[in-house]
């Protein structure tokens, strides 16, 4: 089994940067996809950006040129900078990771999430 521990939520005015990373951990042999999800108050979860193992990036129109993803093979850490943060920002974030376990074995996990707040 594994599990992926978010950090780095928060509350800051528009225009404001955060960082967020997510880090998996457990019985762990590789891992395949890693991406960002939010849901804000009666909306969809929705995917805002996603990095493969081997470095191929999309994000969601709304973010593009504002949010960065980038990971790190070594931790199995992904970490997403935000900046230039708008009030429609606002919403819980969720990590998302595609990991093999071994013997066949792959499995989809989310993380906990960790609330992003836009607001003067």
């Known amino acids: 089994q594994a599990q992926l521990v978010e950090s780095g939520g928060g509350l800051v005015q528009p225009g404001g940067s955060l960082r967020l990373s997510c880090a998996a951990s457990?019985?762990?042999?590789?891992?395949?996809?890693m991406g960002w999800y939010r849901q804000a108050p009666g909306r969809q979860r929705e995917l805002v950006t996603s990095?493969?193992?081997?470095?191929?990036?999309n994000y969601a129109d709304s973010v593009k040129g504002r949010f960065t993803i980038s990971r790190d093979n070594a931790k199995n850490t992904v970490y997403l900078q935000m900046n230039n943060l708008k009030p429609e920002d606002t919403a819980v974030y969720y990590c998302?990771?595609?990991?093999?376990?071994?013997?066949?074995?792959?499995?989809?996990?989310w993380g906990q999430g960790t609330q992003v707040t836009v607001s003067s």
């Open positions: 990095i493969t193992s081997g470095g191929g990036i």
């Open positions: 457990g019985s762990i042999f590789s891992i395949n996809a």
């Open positions: 998302n990771a595609d990991i093999y376990l071994g013997r066949g074995v792959t499995t989809d996990y």
